[in-house]
């Protein structure tokens, strides 16, 4: 039995929004099928993009979709994606089975993605294989209003309006797959190519350089010394592994062990955090400069069968706790953590959807960012108090609601925990969850609805204490009014 102590005029800062971010690459099934279906495709749509998976999106109050990778964005050279789709550049996604890339979903389709969606827009710029000038021209294509050569262009293939970039990328993963650079080198790439990322609105674009891969604390300290003035965030790469990189382990039927090894791979994310932030605050002690982790979530093996290069694997209550205690971990470092997307949005590593066909499955992610909706742009409350080693929690408030969610990842251990509001006292209560009886319970094509956010009743109010038990293998979220 736990207790903690909840201060409501004790505020700790802001989580933004944007901490619930997307990323969707155009690898395997993300884009074509599970975004993207075509205007003549006899799956509803909508110009193009599939009505389910728009409505599932908006429902879960998506802030910001990353695009166009990942690997790809080094690869993307963004003229080959935009005039009439019949005849557009047919590529080689290299990165990504080596398939055919008909380039039918591009600049234009990505903004009535977002759109249709309701977010904003993180565009990510080639720097391995694009030039200065590509990138340029992409942004003034983007976001120019006046007269100019790319507003005409963009104006003849029949966009007048600029539209919105909130947030652009200058690289992705430049220690690797995005030209196997060396820190010194990318920070020097990284001023010049920012330079040209001209500002044409009044709104600021968010400029993001490419930061670390994983704990390469050495990459974060050389980036921050040579260009901390020139950016407001650096990104940050960690995927949760139950095992080692060359030795990915399956989504389903695995050993309890795997349970516990992914979610302590996961859960890394804090150390990594705090110390790329110790770093950061060198360099930046007024937190300027936002850590973005752009990539991040389960990787697994992929599901039988399906093509290796198209990573597409399931996903199980073990990934919602994942989720769950990242964005807990998020939540603590909200005041460097600016914006994080998960890897990926439908059909690849850690998805909230999956797609066969017309068919369409919500996974247990899925729920837990619906379950956390109400901790976007919310204000964390400082608690005290002590918490099992297999629970984690986050509390917040927002125009007088509380939300407090749990996760504990328990295999059998129930765990209990009073809430005890030092001023005030709770009303209108209201708990729902997501609970696992086996530890890869997931929803199927054939069993959609194994795992659903249903409503939690295993909790009492007592003026100023909320007692709540919380099952193994579970995340609940509490959302109360206070007096
Ligand atoms: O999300 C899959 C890949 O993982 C991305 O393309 C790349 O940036 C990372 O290595």
């Keep these: ?109 990505f903004f009535e993605l977002c759109k249709q969606v309701g977010a904003e827009a993180y565009v990510n710029g080639n720097v391995g294989s694009g030039t ?60 010049r190519y920012q330079t040209y990322v001209r500002q044409y609105t009044k ?13 390469d604390y050495h990459w974060m300290d050389v980036l921050m010394k040579q260009a901390t003035p020139f950016m407001d965030g650096i990104s940050l790469h960690h995927y949760a592994l139950a095992s080692k990189w060359e030795d990915k382990r399956p989504a389903l039927g695995f050993p309890d062990e795997e349970w516990f090894s992914l979610i302590e791979s996961a859960v890394k994310m804090d150390e990594l955090i705090t110390r790329h932030s110790t770093i950061m605050d060198k360099y930046d002690p007024e937190k300027r400069v936002g850590l973005i982790v752009d990539e991040w979530g389960s990787w697994l093996a992929v599901e039988p069968g399906t093509n290796p290069g198209f990573l ?3 996903n199980t209550i073990r990934d ?90 328990s295999l059998t251990e129930a765990e209990t925990v009073t809430l005890s509001l030092v001023d005030g006292s709770f009303d209108e209560v209201e708990a729902y969850g997501i609970v696992g009886k086996k530890t890869d319970d997931h929803n199927s094509f054939e069993n959609p609805n194994a795992i659903v956010k249903q409503a939690f009743k295993d909790f009492s109010v007592e003026e100023n204490e909320l007692t709540i038990t919380l099952p193994p293998m579970s995340v609940i979220s509490v959302y109360a009014k206070g007096k």
């Design 320 to 409: 919602a706790m994942i989720a769950s205690l990242t964005l807990n971990i998020f939540h603590k470092h909200a005041d460097r953590v600016h914006m994080a997307n998960i890897a990926q949005m439908v059909n690849v590593l850690q998805a909230m959807i999956l797609t066969e066909g017309e068919k369409m499955i919500k996974t247990p992610t899925y729920y837990v960012f619906e379950l956390y909706k109400n901790h976007q742009d919310a204000t964390m409350v400082d608690t005290d108090g002590v918490i099992s080693d297999t629970a984690s929690y986050t509390v917040s408030k927002k125009d007088g609601m509380m939300t407090a969610s749990f996760c504990n990842y």
């Design 312 to 314: 597409y694997q399931q």
């Design 1 to 109: 039995m736990s207790k903690i102590q909840v201060t409501f005029n004790r505020e700790k800062g802001t989580i933004s929004r944007y901490i619930y971010g997307q990323f969707a690459e155009h690898l395997g099934r993300c884009i074509y099928e599970g975004v993207w279906v075509g205007t003549e495709s006899a799956i509803p749509n909508h110009n193009g993009m599939r009505l389910d998976v728009v409505e599932a999106l908006k429902a879960i109050q998506v802030p910001v979709i990353r695009w166009p990778g990942g690997c790809f964005a080094d690869e993307y050279h963004w003229k080959d994606g935009i005039g009439p789709t019949e005849e557009r550049a047919t590529i080689v996604n290299t990165h990504w089975g080596g398939v055919t890339e008909n380039n039918h979903f591009g600049t234009h389709e």
């Design 203 to 215: 709104e600021p674009l968010y400029k993001i350089a490419c930061g670390p891969n994983i704990d």
């Design 132 to 191: 200065v000038q590509e990138m340029q021209e992409w942004v003034e294509y983007m976001t120019m209003d006046g007269i100019s050569p790319m507003s005409k262009f963009r104006r003849e293939n029949g966009q007048d309006d600029p539209w919105k970039v909130k947030f652009f990328g200058v690289g992705n993963e430049s220690w690797g797959c995005g030209g196997n650079m060396r820190p010194e080198y990318y920070a020097d790439l990284y001023r």
